[in-house]
C-alpha cells in the first residue's frame, strides 16, 4: 500500500491512536494534605461511561477525538472512516496498540491510512497514554452527576490544551512529542 503513494507528492504524517474510558466514577487523584489527613471530596459511584477515541501527532500536535458508547471493531471503523474524511490528502500513518478490534477481520482500512502496531502489553510506547493520563488528572475530584456534565468538563480540558506549540502553553506537542520520535521522523524526512 505504501509504495503507490511514493512519489505522489501526498504528505506523510505519523499518528499516534488510543481510547480512553471516561465516565461518572470519580477518578481520585493524589492532593496535597497536612501529613496524616486524608483529602476529602464528593466521590460518585455512577457507573456510566463513553468512550474517547483519538490520535494525536506528535510531531504538530494536531489531534482528533470522537466519542463513542463503546470499544468495539464497529465503532473503531467508524473512527477510521471519519478520521480518513478529516485528512484526505495525506498518508496517515498510525501507531496503535494490539486490541482485537484494531485487527478485526471485518475491519476496512481506508486506503489513506496505514496502521503500525506495536508490541503486545506495551501502552508506555504510545504518547497519547500521556494524554490520557493528562485528561484524567485534570478530571480528578470532579464530581459529574450525568454524562452531559462530563462531556463539558472534558471539552474544557480539551479546550485548555493549546494547538499552539508555544513554549510556556501545554499543548498537544508538549503531552505526546517525545524527543526520540520526532527525531526519528524528522531523520525520516530529511
Same mark, same amino acid.
Given at each position: 500500500?505504501?509504495?503507490?503513494?511514493?512519489?505522489?507528492?501526498?504528505?506523510?504524517?505519523?499518528?499516534?491512536?488510543?481510547?480512553?474510558?471516561?465516565?461518572?466514577?470519580?477518578?481520585?487523584?493524589?492532593?496535597?494534605?497536612?501529613?496524616?489527613?486524608?483529602?476529602?471530596?464528593?466521590?460518585?459511584?455512577?457507573?456510566?461511561?463513553?468512550?474517547?477515541?483519538?490520535?494525536?501527532?506528535?510531531?504538530?500536535?494536531?489531534?482528533?477525538?470522537w466519542e463513542f458508547s463503546h470499544l468495539d471493531g464497529t465503532c473503531f471503523q467508524d473512527f477510521l472512516s471519519l478520521f480518513s474524511a478529516a485528512y484526505p490528502d495525506a498518508l496517515n500513518l498510525i501507531q496503535m496498540d494490539n486490541g482485537s478490534f484494531h485487527k478485526s477481520l471485518d475491519l476496512k482500512w481506508p486506503d489513506n491510512v496505514i496502521p503500525i502496531f506495536q508490541p503486545p502489553?506495551?501502552?508506555?510506547?504510545?504518547? $497519547?497514554?500521556?494524554?490520557?493520563?493528562? #485528561?484524567?488528572?485534570? =478530571? %480528578?475530584?470532579?464530581?459529574?452527576?450525568?454524562?452531559?456534565?462530563?462531556?463539558?468538563?472534558?471539552?474544557?480540558?480539551?479546550?485548555?490544551?493549546?494547538?499552539?506549540?508555544?513554549?510556556?502553553?501545554?499543548?498537544?506537542?508538549? $503531552?505526546?512529542?517525545?524527543?526520540?520520535? #520526532?527525531?526519528?521522523? =524528522? %531523520?525520516?524526512?530529511?
Open positions: 500500500m505504501l509504495i503507490r503513494y511514493l512519489g505522489t507528492g501526498k504528505q506523510v504524517r505519523y499518528w499516534c491512536q488510543d481510547e480512553s474510558r471516561l465516565g461518572l466514577k470519580t477518578i481520585i487523584g493524589r492532593t496535597i494534605t497536612l501529613k496524616g489527613v486524608k483529602p476529602e471530596g464528593i466521590v460518585g459511584w455512577q457507573r456510566q461511561n463513553f468512550y474517547l477515541y483519538g490520535v494525536v501527532e506528535p510531531i504538530t500536535g494536531d489531534s482528533f477525538f502489553n506495551s501502552p508506555e510506547l504510545n504518547p $497519547i497514554e500521556r494524554l490520557w493520563e493528562h #485528561i484524567k488528572y485534570e =478530571l %480528578s475530584w470532579q464530581h459529574c452527576t450525568h454524562l452531559d456534565q462530563l462531556r463539558h468538563k472534558l471539552k474544557q480540558v480539551l479546550d485548555s490544551i493549546s494547538t499552539e506549540a508555544m513554549p510556556t502553553a501545554v499543548n498537544y506537542a508538549s $503531552i505526546c512529542g517525545w524527543d526520540y520520535i #520526532i527525531s526519528a521522523l =524528522l %531523520s525520516a524526512t530529511s
